[in-house]
Structure formats: C-alpha cells, structure tokens
C-alpha cells in the first residue's frame, strides 16, 4: 500500500468512528430519556415537580451507565471523542 492510500484509510476510519460515537450517544440518551420518563409516570402519573425530578435523575443515571457498558473496552481514541 503506498503512503497515500494508508492515509486515506485512516481518514475514512477516524471519520467512521466519529460518527459513530455519535450515533451511540443518540440512543444511549434517547433510551434513558425513555426510561427516565416511563419510571417517572409510573412513580406520579400526573407529571409534577416530584416526577419531572425522578425522570432527570434516571435519565443521567441510566444514560451514564449505559455509556460505560457501551463504551467499555474501546480503545483510546474512541473513548475521547466527544460527541
């Protein structure tokens, strides 16, 4: 492989792993901003401060464990990038 050709690779590599990174983090956000608010009316169906509350705190909490567990493993580089 010339030098060009391998520099291209890893151009469409880097920008496939970016994009990627940032199609995982969509769903891990919108899957725990669905959890959140199904155990916040499931707790208060009327969807008041109380509710609103116990959604926000499931949804970081679902949200930052499925990034861990999603991104276990990665190397390096893909840890690092920020949606």
């Not at 920008?15 to 769903?27: A, D, N």
């Not at 608010?37 to 008041?48: H, I, P, Q, T």
């Amino acid at each position: 492989m010339t030098p060009d050709k391998v520099d291209e690779l890893t151009e469409r590599v880097a920008w496939l792993e970016r994009k990627m990174v940032r199609i995982l983090w969509l769903l891990i956000s919108v899957t725990s901003a669905l959890v959140g608010l199904m155990v916040a009316y499931v707790v208060d169906n009327s969807f008041g401060w109380l509710s609103v509350l116990v959604a926000v705190v499931i949804w970081l909490t679902a949200g930052l464990i499925l990034q861990r567990q999603e991104f276990k493993g990665a190397p390096k580089q893909v840890q690092f990038i920020d949606p």
